[in-house]
């Protein structure tokens, strides 16, 4: 995993610059990481490891929290000096067309396990050896990682980097989305706080 070529980034919520890795300059689909200008890699530094999810995060999809959890990660890191990575392991690495597959399985009474597990995959086949990677590569040694995933912070605490503390990353559940959060909370383990369904 190497820094192939970066660039500032002017976003919305701030200056960032952008870095895409890569084992390989002629990778069509590197990772990046989005760096606040604000950024000191001396100190804790706030990081969120985001996991693509082209419907959540490009086009708004409702059936997850995907694009919402981007967003203020975003605007977080640029308030506090903090670090996005962005892996390319889309549908907790199973794939577009397969989450998409899944999707419809879903909407035949499945949850969000079972349908991963219906069609023979894993049902969270994500790494963050890369990300760990990318971290070392931008000179971070201590992190408040942004998550609610205890995966997450399990792989992170095997590593050398070291976390201060987490950070819960909570958005409101939707009606069409509050069946997934729900799995992710009671089967899933992630610490969440999913109440009643909303209106």
Request: charge should be positive; glycine fraction near 8%; charged fraction near 25%.
């Amino acid at each position: 995993m190497k820094r192939q070529s970066e660039a500032a980034m002017p976003m919305p919520h701030g200056h960032f610059k952008m870095i895409a890795y890569a084992k390989r300059r002629s990778e069509k689909m590197p990772h990046f990481a989005l760096v606040s200008e604000q950024m000191d890699a001396t100190k804790p530094v706030l990081v969120r490891i985001h996991s693509e999810c082209v419907t959540g995060d490009l086009f708004g999809s409702k059936r997850c929290d995907c694009g919402e959890q981007l967003e203020r990660s975003l605007e977080l890191a640029a308030k506090q000096g903090g670090v996005v990575v962005y892996l390319r392991q889309e549908g907790r690495g199973i794939g577009i067309i397969n989450k998409l597959k899944a999707y419809q399985l879903q909407d035949k009474g499945l949850n969000t396990i079972d349908a991963n597990t219906h069609l023979g995959l894993e049902v969270d086949a994500r790494q963050y050896d890369d990300a760990i990677a990318i971290l070392k590569d931008l000179g971070i040694s201590t992190i408040d990682l942004l998550t609610n995933n205890p995966l997450k912070i399990k792989s992170i605490k095997t590593s050398e980097l070291q976390i201060r503390k987490r950070v819960p990353l909570h958005i409101p559940a939707k009606k069409e989305n509050y069946g997934y959060l729900k799995t992710k909370q009671e089967k899933m383990g992630h610490l969440l706080s999913v109440n009643g369904l909303p209106k």
